[in-house]
């Protein structure tokens, strides 16, 4: 039987990451195996004809500049030992939070929000340099503290409750797993990560980044396999798993594992019917839509609509919500690789109606998603419907078919499990379930947990490991 120092469950952000870890901490046989053919998880990419396109990347939140200090994407490639450069980042122009009655706009220069929203909320200033002074105070990355309501906190700063809905509704729809609220460590980490650091696109997606994640983990000597489904993680004893089972009839040993597919999955692959934790209910639509000519150049790279007077970010009574919307312009990044125009919108989406349409009923409904998404464009920026030369649409079926996350949760449970600590002793949490979200936030969670547990006093390639 195989015998493997680390086996990491899961080739998206989290296991790519806590791979590369593992081997620099010096263990010598390290695999990661994926049930796709492919490496990204829930960001990952696809070919249609001759297009190359991201499968979820709107944006690499937590943009730096080199040199600049204590920015989590700077020690993320210093941990991982990946050149900056090398990510090729295009920054974006401008993003804006668009609701009903106004709107606010920020960049990657984090004065332009406090002068936006100094514009449409006069009275509010205060409370924002208050909460930007908090929040450079408080530690974020505290793994014991307990949920706190963003809202709530949000009324310390703020009296009018408009302000506390634009400010949040960009930090929920990219990162909350809690309906209508945040944990306020995760409002802290996601309003520096957006409105503080800002966004930008590494030159040719995602893809950019799992080649470079995956040329530095073979070169350290891990193995990585594909088609490689676990099917269940046996123990004899209670306490520790004994082995893995998989899904072609082959069983490993392994002496620790991480699994990035998420709490109650991993669970259920130790064939215990109890539930860990609520399955998460955010879920989204995506469509994907490509322009034979430049027809939105004047509109922002990202934005954050609201036809709601308030911030609805729960599971939406109908099919998606088409007034709630993340719209993404690729094209307006400094520079992109994209020949075409490439427009992305996301709506908060329910699984359960998704699920009970029939085949014909659910063919229907993806193509009342691609005519919301083009009446959206052609209302907010006058884009013209009869260029669409090809478009493409996602549910959150589509979601939990390619990822295994259950119920098309992107966003993993409400629960998270900060230490990433299971009732095994050798099975830990990475990615999604583990807290950290996003691109960013996955690849902070593989090191992070990796650095934790896998930390050898003994090897002399180690560097001190909770730098982050
Ligand atoms: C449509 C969409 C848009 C997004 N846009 C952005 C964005 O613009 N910016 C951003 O920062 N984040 C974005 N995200 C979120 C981001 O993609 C995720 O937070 C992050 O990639 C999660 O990484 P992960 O490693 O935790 O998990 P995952 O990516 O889910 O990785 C888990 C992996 O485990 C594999 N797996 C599952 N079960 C098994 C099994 N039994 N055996 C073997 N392998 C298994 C899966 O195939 C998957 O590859 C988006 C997500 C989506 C879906």
């Not at 959206?376 to 079926?397: C, E, I």
Request: charge should be neutral; proline fraction near 4%.
């Amino acid at each position: 039987m195989p015998q493997f120092d680390v086996v990491i469950i899961g080739a998206g952000m989290s296991g790519l990451a806590a791979g590369i870890r593992a081997k620099m901490l010096g263990h010598e046989n390290v695999a990661i195996v994926e049930r796709h053919t492919i490496a990204g998880g829930l960001n990952s990419y696809y070919q249609r004809g001759k297009r190359q396109f991201d499968v979820g990347l709107h944006a690499l939140t937590n943009f730096a500049r080199l040199g600049e200090k204590n920015r989590p994407l700077l020690k993320i490639c210093k941990q991982l030992r990946i050149p900056y450069d090398r990510l090729q980042l295009k920054e974006q122009r401008f993003s804006s939070i668009q609701f009903p009655f106004g709107e606010i706009n920020f960049t990657n220069n984090k004065q332009d929000l406090i002068t936006s929203v100094e514009r449409l909320f006069p009275d509010e200033i205060r409370g924002l340099h208050g909460l930007i002074e908090y929040l450079s105070q408080f530690n974020e990355t505290d793994l014991e503290r307990p949920f706190i309501s963003t809202r709530q906190e949000l009324t310390h700063f703020f009296n009018n409750q408009n302000l506390i809905e634009m400010l949040l509704w960009p930090l929920l729809i990219y990162g909350s797993a809690c309906e209508d609220d945040m944990d306020f460590g995760q409002f802290a980490i996601m309003f520096k990560a957006i409105y503080q650091e800002g966004f930008a696109r590494p030159l040719g997606g995602v893809r950019t980044i799992i080649d470079l994640l995956l040329e530095r983990f073979k070169m350290l000597g891990g193995e990585i396999f594909f088609k490689k489904e676990v099917k269940a993680l046996h123990h004899d004893n209670q306490s520790c798993i004994q082995s893995l089972e998989f899904k072609d009839g082959e069983t490993w040993q392994a002496t620790m594992i991480f699994s990035s597919v998420g709490q109650n999955e991993t669970w259920q692959l130790t064939k215990k019917n109890n539930a860990l934790a609520p399955i998460g209910r955010m879920s989204f639509t995506e469509a994907i839509f490509v322009f034979d000519s430049l027809t939105a150049a004047q509109s922002p790279t990202i934005a954050f609509y609201s036809g709601h007077a308030s911030a609805q970010y729960h599971r939406p009574e109908m099919l998606f919500d088409k007034e709630s919307a993340v719209i993404c312009f690729p094209n307006n990044y400094t520079d992109c690789e994209y020949k075409e125009t490439v427009v992305r919108i996301t709506h908060p989406a329910n699984y359960d109606l998704w699920k009970n349409l029939s085949p014909q009923a659910y063919r229907k409904e993806k193509e009342n998603v691609k005519e919301a998404g083009l009446a959206l464009l052609s209302k907010n920026y006058g884009v013209d419907a009869t260029r669409l030369l090809f478009h493409d649409v996602f549910t959150p079926l589509t979601v939990e078919r390619y990822t295994g996350h259950q119920a098309g949760a992107v966003y993993g449970s409400p629960h998270k499990i900060k230490n990433g600590a299971t009732p095994f002793s050798n099975l830990f949490l990475i990615g999604t379930d583990q807290g950290f979200l996003g691109v960013v936030g996955a690849l902070l969670s593989g090191i992070s947990m990796a650095n934790l547990y896998l930390f050898k006093p003994t090897s002399h390639q180690m560097q001190v490991p909770n730098e982050l």
